[in-house]
Structure formats: C-alpha cells, structure tokens
C-alpha cells in the first residue's frame, strides 16, 4: 500500500494515463474545484481513474465517494481520508 498523500500531481498522471485529456482543458491550471465533466472526464473515465487510484494505493472507493466526489479537491479529500484510516489501523 502506498502511504504517500495523494496530491493533485499524481490524480492528473491517472487521469491522463487512464483516460488521457481533452485538447481543450489545460491540466496544468488550478482546477482543484473544477468539474470533473468540465474537464471532460464522465463517468467512464473517472470509473478507470478510481480503479488505477485503488490499485496505485492498496485502497477501495466506494461508488458513494465516487459519485460525491464531483471534483478533483473532494477526489484528493476522499483518497487522502482513506489513506489516512489506513495508517491508523
């Protein structure tokens, strides 16, 4: 299990590995409390995103967290809860 906080570095190397971008939307931009959708990831995507995050990080998602967590501050907030409950079990 990876211990490191999530930062915002490593949720835009998953969604560009996983789901790659949308020409249109600059990444590099503060877009903590952006939309997901906004910045073209749907469900889809953000369905390949949490799989990669689970997997990079030993964690499980649930589909509540996922469907509260319309952007990537509240994505970042939940990884990081949870990586945090982890440490302390």
Request: aromatic content about 4%.
């Amino acid at each position: 299990m990876n211990t490191q906080p999530f930062t915002i570095d490593d949720l835009k190397r998953i969604l560009l590995e996983g789901a790659g971008a949308d020409e249109s939307v600059d990444l590099d931009r503060d877009i903590l409390d952006t939309q997901f959708e906004q910045l073209g990831y749907e469900s889809l995507a953000l369905l390949e995103t949490s799989s990669r995050i689970e997997r990079e990080y030993g964690i499980t998602l649930s589909d509540t967290i996922l469907a509260d967590a319309t952007t990537p501050r509240l994505l970042l907030d939940a990884v990081n809860a949870h990586l945090a409950d982890g440490a302390a079990a």
